[in-house]
T-cell receptor, first 115, second 112 residues
Framework: DAGVTQSPTHLIKTRGQQVTLRCSPK?????VSWYQQALGQGPQFIFQ???????QRGNFPDRFSGHQFPNYSSELNVNALLLGDSALYLC??????????????FGSGTQLSVL | QKEVEQDPGPLSVPEGAIVSLNCTYS??????FMWYRQYSRKGPELLMY????GNKEDGRFTAQVDKSSKYISLFIRDSQPSDSATYLC????????????FGQGTRLTINP
């Protein structure tokens, strides 16, 4: 049973460029959340997708957008990259909603470096 | 004030020691509490999951939640070098809240 898979594992971009990160949830999960983890910090919630819609959003600018496909996989898009966007981007999947018996499982992340 | 505070360490202990990791949180609405372990360049791995106050034990790991003082603890008994990692505490709000709030993470090293 494959867990949460993310691609690519590493990415190098320059300021002002745009990037797309991809995620396939764990088998049986229908909800995908994205987190940003800066070096030495805990993950910060970007947004969550369920039924192909953005359900909740953290404190991130509109440059961060996403999409969920009918097969539950998801993309995270970041436009007009800034140096401060350099981080590990984590995808997490779950069955909706989280709580009680439903838990969040993370992929290994995409390490984005903005030069 | 951060919603979840965690001492970043680093913490270094000898093999076999009992390790105590702690977090405090500010929002009394938080109901679910988790501990994740994160190895270098990997995603967080769920270790322990508890609801409301009390203790939960799983092998060498014990998670403790004290809602009256808003305090979360993780104890590791008979620590092993393979336990060396960053440990993240996280909370989830009331039913319907889908966002995990993480502490900064504590970097732990177990010395053989």
């Amino acid at each position: 049973d494959a867990g949460v898979t993310q691609s690519p594992t590493h990415l190098i971009k320059t300021r002002g460029q745009q990037v797309t990160l991809r995620c396939s949830p764990k088998s049986g999960h229908d909800t995908v959340s994205w987190y940003q983890q800066a070096l030495g910090q805990g993950p910060q919630f970007i947004f969550q997708y369920y039924e192909e819609e953005e359900r909740q959003r953290g404190n991130f600018p509109d440059r961060f957008s996403g999409h969920q496909f009918p097969n539950y996989s998801s993309e995270l898009n970041v436009n007009a990259l800034l140096l401060g966007d350099s981080a590990l981007y984590l995808c997490a999947s779950s069955s909706h909603p989280i709580g009680d018996n439903e838990k969040l499982f993370f992929g290994s992340g995409t390490q984005l470096s903005v030069l | 004030q951060k919603e979840v505070e965690q001492d970043p360490g680093p913490l270094s202990v000898p093999e076999g020691a009992i390790v105590s990791l702690n977090c405090t949180y500010s929002n009394s609405a938080f109901q679910y509490f988790m501990w994740y372990r994160q190895y270098s360049r990997k995603g967080p791995e769920l270790l322990m999951y508890t609801y409301s106050s009390g203790n939960k034990e799983d092998g060498r790991f014990t998670a403790q939640v004290d809602k009256s003082s808003k305090y979360i603890s993780l104890f590791i008994r008979d620590s092993q070098p393979s336990d060396s990692a960053t440990y993240l505490c996280a909370t989830l709000g009331m039913w319907g809240a889908q966002k995990l709030v993480f502490g900064q993470g504590t970097r732990l090293t177990i010395n053989p």
